[in-house]
């Protein structure tokens, strides 16, 4: 059977940075941006998305269209079996981040909800009373991983093609109603200078840190998810321009973000260190205090738009464990996609009622580094900040060392005038022969010997 693909280089771009853009940019970007003190946090950020995530995304895309295969499919179909355990890790990780994601984005659906209904559910008992009530969010994740898998199940130009050209420009344009409304706020000046006017002094090497790891899970890079969307797109597209349209998408949501959320932040003179909170807890606040009308209107708007943006990053996680069931156990689209879904929502269970529905796992472990975490902040932990450097680490490993750059650069030749060895291609090789490995490859070390070990060299070298 022919391999479904995306239609056009537009319905790719679009489904990959539909991928991209998601809980990370609106919801984990702003607080990152809040404790990382600010606009010097968004440079750094920006820095990384093009220097070191750009080329990792041309290795990823380039690899999934070589193979026409899922990830673990596609070490084999490039002829080395022995690096399938990277493919491995890309479906674990993507299982691991998309069990506890599904749980984050019900949450925002159910605000969303609540909301609407005119509960605002502001501050922190609010928000501790809805996450630990585990019927209610439950039902929410069961609606939002079965909406998910309604969408795949339907293939990819008929349902991942067709739910980004739709959710997409549905949210920018809520962001920008959002943003515009957000500016008319008083003190809305005070947040923008917060956010675009950096002070240097605030770069540590946590900051730094945070910024790399922030940047890397943004791109949704390191698990597998580009090399399966990439194993969708043709053959006669370019891929290092569209890796460049993905990228600048994504930064410019997340940099949008900013412009409705610290407006908003300053409006009511909260801290911007309010953490993972941030949206949860004080937005609402804000949103009461604009009046039950406007209130209701402004912040279900809000969590709405949150809730699209994370489906079409939903999408790209379950693809990856569907297109590996469909790929390698010859299981048809449907009832793969079923399965992932099912299997993938069991998994998050232990997640879900991780916040305050059971103590045991709320109080899951007690790391030497990183303290008391619970079961679905330990999730994330080896997933999103262990797991995914590594990967992307042994990817970049692979692409230059094993594949080899002269393969990479033939894949990336298809779709282009021939004309190549431009300077972004030479760039892309270096950057993932040498830049890569080293970034990736200190992250996951320092990620592993901080929080298990509780030997921190980010205090010790970069502060
Ligand atoms: N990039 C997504 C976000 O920012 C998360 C994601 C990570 C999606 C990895 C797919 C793969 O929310």
Same mark, same amino acid.
């Given at each position: 059977?022919?391999?479904?693909?995306?239609?056009?280089?537009?319905?790719?771009?679009?489904?990959?940075?539909?991928?991209?853009?998601?809980?990370?940019?609106?919801?984990?970007?702003?607080?990152?941006?809040?404790?990382?003190?600010?606009?010097?946090?968004?440079?750094?950020?920006?820095?990384?998305?093009?220097?070191?995530?750009?080329?990792?995304?041309?290795?990823?895309?380039?690899?999934?269209?070589?193979?026409?295969?899922?990830?673990?499919?596609?070490?084999?179909?490039?002829?080395?079996?022995?690096?399938?355990?990277?493919?491995?890790?890309?479906?674990?990780?993507?299982?691991?981040?998309?069990?506890?994601?599904?749980?984050?984005?019900?949450?925002?659906?159910?605000?969303?909800?609540?909301?609407?209904?005119?509960?605002?559910?502001?501050?922190?008992?609010?928000?501790?009373?809805?996450?630990?009530?585990?019927?209610?969010?439950?039902?929410?994740?069961?609606?939002?991983?079965?909406?998910?898998?309604?969408?795949?199940?339907?293939?990819?130009?008929?349902?991942?093609?067709?739910?980004?050209?739709?959710?997409?420009? +549905? =949210?920018?344009?809520?962001? $920008?109603?959002?943003? @515009?409304?957000? #500016?008319?706020? %008083?003190? &809305?000046?005070?947040?923008?200078?917060?956010?675009?006017?950096?002070?240097?002094?605030?770069?540590?090497?946590?900051?730094?840190?945070?910024?790399?790891?922030?940047?890397?899970?943004?791109?949704?890079?390191?698990?597998?998810?580009?090399?399966?969307?990439?194993?969708?797109?043709?053959?006669?597209?370019?891929?290092?321009?569209?890796?460049?349209?993905?990228?600048?998408?994504?930064?410019?949501?997340?940099?949008?973000?900013?412009?409705?959320?610290?407006?908003?932040?300053?409006?009511?003179?909260?801290?911007?260190?309010?953490?993972?909170?941030?949206?949860?807890?004080?937005?609402?606040?804000?949103?009461?205090?604009?009046?039950?009308?406007?209130?209701?209107?402004?912040?279900?708007?809000?969590?709405? +738009? =949150?809730?699209?943006?994370? $489906?079409?990053?939903? @999408?790209?996680? #379950?693809?990856? %464990?569907? &297109?590996?069931?469909?790929?390698?156990?010859?299981?048809?689209?449907?009832?793969?996609?079923?399965?992932?879904?099912?299997?993938?929502?069991?998994?998050?269970?232990?997640?879900?009622?991780?916040?305050?529905?059971?103590?045991?796992?709320?109080?899951?472990?007690?790391?030497?580094?990183?303290?008391?975490?619970?079961?679905?902040?330990?999730?994330?932990?080896?997933?999103?900040?262990?797991?995914?450097?590594?990967?992307?680490?042994?990817?970049?490993?692979?692409?230059?060392?094993?594949?080899?750059?002269?393969?990479?650069?033939?894949?990336?030749?298809?779709?282009?005038?021939?004309?190549?060895?431009?300077?972004?291609?030479?760039?892309?090789?270096?950057?993932?022969?040498?830049?890569?490995?080293?970034? +990736?490859?200190?992250?996951?070390?320092?990620?592993?010997?901080?929080?298990?070990?509780?030997?921190?060299?980010?205090?010790?070298?970069?502060?």
């Amino acid at each position: 059977m022919q391999r479904d693909r995306f239609s056009s280089r537009l319905g790719f771009i679009l489904a990959a940075a539909g991928s991209a853009v998601g809980l990370g940019n609106i919801w984990k970007f702003p607080f990152e941006v809040g404790q990382g003190g600010g606009a010097a946090f968004v440079f750094i950020y920006l820095i990384f998305c093009f220097v070191l995530c750009f080329p990792v995304m041309v290795a990823e895309i380039a690899i999934g269209r070589k193979a026409q295969l899922n990830p673990v499919g596609a070490f084999k179909a490039l002829g080395y079996s022995n690096w399938v355990f990277i493919g491995y890790l890309g479906v674990i990780c993507g299982v691991l981040i998309l069990s506890f994601y599904n749980v984050v984005a019900a949450w925002a659906f159910g605000y969303f909800i609540d909301i609407l209904f005119g509960h605002f559910l502001s501050g922190e008992i609010a928000f501790n009373e809805f996450v630990s009530d585990y019927i209610k969010i439950g039902a929410y994740s069961i609606l939002f991983m079965g909406g998910t898998a309604f969408i795949i199940s339907r293939g990819i130009t008929e349902g991942i093609e067709k739910a980004a050209k739709i959710i997409m420009p +549905l =949210l920018l344009i809520m962001i $920008l109603i959002l943003i @515009i409304y957000a #500016l008319t706020l %008083p003190n &809305a000046i005070e947040g923008i200078k917060f956010y675009i006017i950096p002070d240097f002094t605030q770069i540590t090497g946590k900051v730094i840190y945070s910024a790399l790891g922030q940047a890397f899970f943004s791109l949704s890079l390191g698990m597998g998810a580009i090399i399966t969307y990439g194993s969708y797109f043709s053959k006669d597209s370019n891929i290092i321009h569209s890796a460049i349209a993905i990228t600048l998408m994504d930064v410019g949501v997340a940099f949008l973000a900013g412009f409705m959320i610290f407006p908003f932040v300053f409006y009511q003179g909260i801290e911007t260190t309010g953490g993972a909170g941030l949206i949860f807890m004080t937005l609402p606040r804000v949103f009461e205090a604009l009046g039950p009308q406007l209130g209701i209107i402004i912040g279900s708007l809000f969590f709405l +738009l =949150l809730s699209f943006a994370a $489906l079409t990053s939903t @999408i790209s996680l #379950l693809e990856v %464990p569907t &297109a590996y069931l469909v790929d390698e156990k010859k299981i048809p689209r449907k009832t793969a996609t079923w399965i992932a879904a099912i299997i993938v929502f069991i998994i998050g269970v232990p997640s879900l009622l991780s916040n305050g529905a059971i103590e045991s796992l709320t109080h899951f472990v007690t790391l030497k580094g990183a303290g008391e975490k619970s079961f679905m902040d330990f999730i994330g932990l080896i997933a999103n900040d262990t797991f995914l450097p590594l990967g992307g680490f042994l990817l970049s490993i692979f692409v230059s060392y094993v594949w080899k750059k002269e393969n990479l650069n033939k894949e990336i030749a298809l779709g282009t005038d021939g004309s190549s060895g431009n300077w972004v291609e030479g760039y892309v090789d270096i950057a993932l022969t040498y830049i890569c490995p080293l970034l +990736l490859g200190a992250m996951f070390t320092i990620t592993v010997l901080d929080n298990f070990f509780g030997i921190s060299l980010l205090n010790r070298v970069l502060s």
